[in-house]
């Protein structure tokens, strides 16, 4: 059974973005607090800025188009940045877009912050740039990212469907760190989500210090291409 | 699965103002200003044409596939798709197309990404990221500019179920696909050299690259 000892808290409300270097060694737990929450994530090797998470590898190598317990995120350099390992929830989508600032001004009208203070309409674009840019990097490094706590299902034409209703309160998702990963964390909705009105949902950030992962960790042992992609990782630290 | 509306193109391939071979393996790198044509002819059949798109003028303006399957609300791309940067404005739109399906999800091979899918000593054989790397710094860009792909005339299928899985191709011999460039682009391709996946037969072959001036009809 694996320990964990709390490192520290807090609570990241509906619209807001962070970011956090999240140390090779301890993991993220978020909690949908109300339920119907959306958490766009993207990912950077913190030491090399020009690895990134990357959604095609990480579908491919596991043979899937969704995420959640067991799975790892994969840099574009054949490493795992994190892994999956803890969900209650059973379906993140990795396919799905983000949303703009011209995007959400069309779908819920224009809100800014003159008028409503902190909170005014943001958008996952805007918080993600921000973010990033505290790390020097720019639009051109911004390329995939997985909406957390949302599912999005592809019919057999190709056709995406938003899923209501996936997330309900309480619901969690654990990210253990693989490596010194750069996690950028946002909240605004899926541009998917039919709901008409502007209504982030807010989510319990808990960072941790975890076990290194062992023998028979589930994520490693997913299936042969994790192996491989945990060998990649462990031998970038040698 | 989908029904495919395949639409041919009326352009003759004498008129082009361009027009190569490009061999299994190699990187392209070139210019297709607004309104130019430009087709992507697999002479073999089942070879896969990994593509990326920039605005010519700035290339942090580049194709995006979220953005590209998020305005049509399906993940495949045939004629009619609009092919939308990352800044949600049009690059190119597909105009014709004998295949009737393309893959933009299943990215580029990789030298590492082999390691993981195959085996950890396939770092040394040639792929894709490689040919982009290649033909990206020849015009003085970077790593950082690589970035999501279309794989013309692959077909990766995801399920109801949430699985993604690579089916056998469903181009053959002299199916093409074309677009129309709706602001000045410069197109990248790697014609896939990948060894280890069935897709292709274990045998990359070439692609026929052709470019038609504006206003041709």
Known sequence: MASACLLFEEELRGGASFAHVLKRGTSLRITDLHGGANVPITLFNFELLVERYNMADTLKQQHTAHLTQGHCLYSDMGR?????????????????????????AKKYGAHDYQEFRNDWYTSTRENFLREIGKFGLSIRDLQSHINFFSKLQVDLTGSMHFVPGNSKAGDSVELRSEMNTLVIIDTNPHPLDPNPNYEPKPVHLSFQRVDAPAADDQCRNLCPENIRGFINSERYFL | ???????????????????????????????????????????DGNQAADTLIYNLHDFSERYSALDTINSQGNIYLTTGSSLVSNLGNELMRITADTCGRHDTLGGACAAESNQVRYAIEKRYMHNCRASFMAALM????????????????????????????????????GKYVEMVATMDVAVVISNCPQLNNPCNAYNPTPVRLLIWGAHVS
């Open chain 2, 1 to 43: 699965m989908s029904e495919r509306t395949l639409i041919k193109s009326k352009l003759d391939a004498a008129t082009a103002i361009h027009d190569e071979v490009l061999p299994a393996g190699e990187g392209w790198i070139h210019a297709v200003k607004k309104g130019e044509t430009f087709r992507i002819v697999d002479l």
């Open chain 1, 80 to 104: 795992v940045l994190c892994s999956i390992t803890n969900d209650t929830v059973g379906w993140h989508d990795p396919i799905g877009a983000y949303s703009t600032r011209a995007s959400v």
């Open chain 2, 138 to 173: 020849s015009w003085g860009h970077e790593k950082r500019d690589i970035t999501s792909n279309i794989n013309f005339f692959m077909n990766v299928p995801v399920t109801p179920e949430g699985k993604l899985t690579f089916e056998d191709g469903i181009s053959e011999a």
